[in-house]
Each structure stands twice: as C-alpha cells, then as structure tokens.
C-alpha cells in the first residue's frame, strides 16, 4: 500500500488549498478513504471521509463547510479542497485507508497557515 499526499504549502489566513494523494498498491476503488491530520504538540485528529462510491462524504466540526473531500476512481486519487484556511488547520495532513484514523498512511504534506 502506497499513498502519497501532496499540495500542502504555506497560505495566509483566508487562502485555500487542495491537497491530492495518490493511491497504488491495492484497489482504490473499494476503499473508504480518509483525511487526517496532526498539529504539533496534538494528537492525530480525523477530518473528512469519503466512501468507495464518493457518496456521503462526512466532515468533523471543525472544516464543515469549508473543506471538500473528493475521489477519482479512475486516477486512484483522493483529494481535499480546502478553503477559508485558518490558523488552526495547521498541520500535517495524511490520507489514510480506510474510515479509522489508524489505517495505513502515507508520509503526509504539511500545511502552514500564518500570516
């Protein structure tokens, strides 16, 4: 299982992002996948899941209405739209398989949100 995260970066307040990780070594297609991420000094925290079929995605709290999880099936791909950014959605974000926090994952991308 490989999943490699990308698009993570340095944004001010307000700024958006759209994180993808690619997925290889097993079918995408019939996963759960999930968005999870982890800030310094905290522990890892579930943000978004999507089910095989890209249906129901389910958010915490905390990026409801702000954050879009997505999938291509057909690029093995996952994605997370990320907008209105603020300080507290600094961290690492990883993609994980599967609906548990605690699934494989890649080496994650960090995201930096400061003025």
């Known amino acids: 299982v490989q999943l490699q995260a990308s698009g993570g970066g340095l944004v001010q307040p307000g700024g958006s992002l759209r994180l993808s990780c690619r997925a290889s070594?097993?079918?995408?297609?019939?996963?759960?996948m999930t968005w999870a991420r982890q800030a310094p000094g905290k522990e890892l925290e579930w943000v978004a899941g999507?089910?095989?079929?890209?249906?129901?995605?389910a958010y915490s709290d905390s990026v409801k209405g702000r954050f879009t999880i997505s999938r291509d099936n057909r690029k093995n791909t996952l994605y997370l739209q990320m907008n209105n950014l603020k300080p507290e959605d600094t961290a690492m974000y990883y993609c994980?398989?599967?609906?548990?926090?605690?699934?494989?994952r890649g080496q994650g991308t960090q995201v930096t949100v400061s003025s």
């Open positions: 994980v398989r599967g609906q548990s926090i605690w699934g494989e």
């Open positions: 070594g097993f079918t995408f297609s019939n996963h759960v």
């Open positions: 999507l089910n095989s079929a890209a249906s129901g995605p």
